[in-house]
Antibody
Framework: QLQLQESGPGLVKPSQTLSLTCSVS??????????WGWIRQPPGKGLEWIGS???????YYNPSLKSRVTMSVDTSKNQFSLKLSSVTAADAAVYYC?????????????????WGQGALVTVSS | DIQMTQSPSSLSASEGDRVTITCQAS??????LNWYQQKPGKAPKLLIY???NWETGVPSRFSGSGSGTDFTFTISSLQPEDIATYYC?????????FGGGTKVEI
């Protein structure tokens, strides 16, 4: 059974960089059928896609966050990671990692079929 | 970006009721739409993909329909365990975008 688990600091100071890692078990992150994505949810609010990464390192980022986001993948550890720089209070959220199925003819990501439990990140000095 | 507008934002219904949620896209997205269920304190769960296809293991009381810009999600007979917030999500164009959610209560 596929499982994803987010890990990283739960508290980040304003202007610093948020760093999270997603560990994948039960499937290879090198599967050619999937991207691996990050989605966030501010407390009491809706879902926002941050971006997705392929095992090769190819990425798609949400343009609204693109200037501050870096994703990476470590196939040897079956993990992928998120870095979000220059955080503010608006970045406080539960951050989810998810498996992101490639859909359609474009080869782009689009469907989150397995999710981690989520990691709450607070931004405060 | 494609904007996804869900309605209503919340609803209250009785056990056994038929519940309908709508999702409207700001442009034609064909049938490139998914529906998720999120229970309090939990991650979202994929229920419906490609607008009308059930994810494996999803009860048949959940269904989806629509194409183009207008989509519907239906619970044919509301059960207590269906209390959750439901989200639509389009994948016709990047960035992937979600609707604002519909909170379903009994």
């Amino acid at each position: 059974q596929l499982q994803l688990q987010e890990s990283g600091p739960g508290l980040v100071k304003p202007s610093q960089t948020l760093s999270l890692t997603c560990s994948v078990s039960g499937d290879s992150i090198s599967s050619t059928s999937y991207y691996w994505g990050w989605i966030r949810q501010p407390p009491g609010k809706g879902l926002e896609w941050i971006g997705s990464i392929y095992y090769s390192g190819s990425t798609y980022y949400n343009p609204s966050l693109k200037s501050r986001v870096t994703m990476s993948v470590d196939t040897s550890k079956n993990q992928f990671s998120l870095k979000l720089s220059s955080v503010t209070a608006a970045d406080a959220a539960v951050y989810y990692c998810a498996r992101d199925l490639i859909v359609g003819a474009t080869g782009a990501p689009g469907m989150f079929d397995y999710w981690g439990q989520g990691a709450l990140v607070t931004v405060s000095s | 970006d494609i904007q996804m507008t869900q309605s209503p934002s919340s609803l209250s219904a009785s056990e056994g009721d038929r519940v309908t949620i709508t999702c409207q896209a700001s442009q034609d997205i064909n049938n490139n739409l998914n529906w998720y269920q999120q229970k309090p304190g939990k991650a979202p769960k994929l229920l419906i993909y490609d607008a009308s296809n059930w994810e494996t293991g999803v009860p048949s009381r959940f269904s989806g329909s629509g194409s183009g810009t207008d989509f519907t999600f239906t619970i044919s007979s509301l059960q207590p365990e269906d209390i959750a917030t439901y989200y639509c999500q389009q994948y016709d164009n990047l960035p992937l975008t979600f609707g604002g959610g519909t909170k379903v209560e009994i």
